[in-house]
């Protein structure tokens, strides 16, 4: 392996920490927020609540997520350049990171020009566009959930990994259904079962960064030239 060669997957190992740091800021942004806020009730209300539009907790949550918004998009373009150049897998898979991309570029630039107007969830259109933003990211996720599982499945070397994306996908789609559930029977734990939802594509996040590193730590040491 030639120093070139070497020197981008170590830069790409490096990057892929991106997915870590990213995952920090939103977590950051959750409990910054909330020190701000002190009524804030996690159990009843959104995430998107600590940065709408008439939130006290919105110029705090808002610079914080900045942070996660800039690592999570470098993240996603590292995965792009690692699975199409490096270590590719196959179309399928590849189609789903490719929609994970759009999906957070939506959720990163739709939010910034329609955050939530206030916190009482009315039926403005500035919310309604929120909504459909919503909508069209949550729908993104269970089809680029079930690529990534489908993807890997197919290339039947990765079965923990597999294992993990099944897993994902299962919870990820099951607690998308109860938070909508939730908003009509059980208001009173609407935020509860959203964090499920969240929290999952944050840990989706750091399992993708972390198995990237172990292929990319796997693949320098077997391009290394034999010492004798």
Not at 50 to 56: E, G, H, M, P
Not at 84 to 108: D, H, M, Q, R, W
């Amino acid at each position: 392996m030639s120093e070139i060669e070497r020197g981008k997957l170590i830069t790409l190992r490096t990057l892929a920490l991106s997915g870590v740091i990213a995952t920090i800021f939103y977590l950051s942004h959750v409990i910054g927020g909330r020190m701000v806020w002190s009524d804030y009730n996690p159990f009843v209300q959104p995430i998107s609540d600590l940065t709408a539009a008439s939130a006290i907790s919105r110029p705090v949550a808002s610079r914080i997520l900045w942070g996660y918004n800039i690592f999570n998009l470098l993240f996603c373009g590292v995965l792009l350049v690692f699975f199409k150049s490096f270590f590719p897998i196959n179309k399928i898979f590849y189609s789903g990171l490719v929609l994970k991309t759009l999906a957070e570029l939506l959720s990163t630039f739709g939010y910034k020009i329609f955050p939530l107007a206030d916190t009482a969830w009315g039926n403005s259109f500035q919310n309604t566009m929120h909504y459909a933003i919503t909508a069209v990211i949550v729908l993104s996720y269970i089809v680029l959930s079930i690529l990534l599982t489908m993807g890997l499945s197919k290339a039947k070397i990765y079965p923990k990994m597999t294992r993990f994306l099944q897993m994902f996908s299962t919870i990820f789609i099951a607690s998308g259904f109860f938070t909508v559930l939730a908003t009509q029977v059980l208001p009173s734990y609407v935020g509860l079962v959203e964090r499920i939802n969240l929290y999952s594509l944050m840990i989706l996040n750091v399992v993708l960064a972390l198995w990237m590193r172990s292929l990319l730590i796997n693949e320098i040491q077997k391009r290394q030239p034999c010492q004798k």
